[in-house]
Nanobody, 122 residues
Framework: QLQVVESGGGLVQPGGSLRLSCAAS????????IGWFRQVPGKKREGVLC????????YYTDSVKGRFTISRDSAKNTAYLQMNILKPEDTGVYYC???????????????WGQGSQVTVSS
């Protein structure tokens, strides 16, 4: 059973920051690339950002460049999405996934978790 649990979301004002966590179980995150995705009601889930096994970033969404960063903590088998200078359009449910390579994020090894809600509003 290859699972992830996202946490850390919440309500934040524009310009604020949040850090989301992605705790993996049943596999080792260090063996894979890590992608973060988001979804809003009525729209398809979209890729946001991905890092390779060697932590090289690939941006799926240009709007988060310079604001979002992925990291990993090997000891905790947990990945993080640091989100800075948040904007209302960043609002959505955020999901993490372990993928073989960032260039093909459809090859996902874990089941989708429940995601973590991020709401950016004043």
């Amino acid at each position: 059973q290859l699972q992830v649990v996202e946490s850390g979301g919440g309500l934040v004002q524009p310009g604020g920051s949040l850090r989301l966590s992605c705790a993996a179980s049943g596999f080792t995150l260090d063996d894979y690339a890590i992608g973060w995705f988001r979804q809003v009601p009525g729209k398809k889930r979209e890729g946001v950002l991905c890092i390779s096994k060697s932590d090289v970033s690939l941006y799926y969404t240009d709007s988060v460049k310079g604001r979002f960063t992925i990291s990993r903590d090997s000891a905790k088998n947990t990945a993080y999405l640091q989100m800075n200078i948040l904007k209302p359009e960043d609002t959505g449910v955020y999901y993490c996934a372990a993928v073989l390579i960032c260039e093909d994020p459809g090859i996902r090894i874990n089941s989708w978790g429940q995601g973590s809600q991020v709401t950016v509003s004043s």
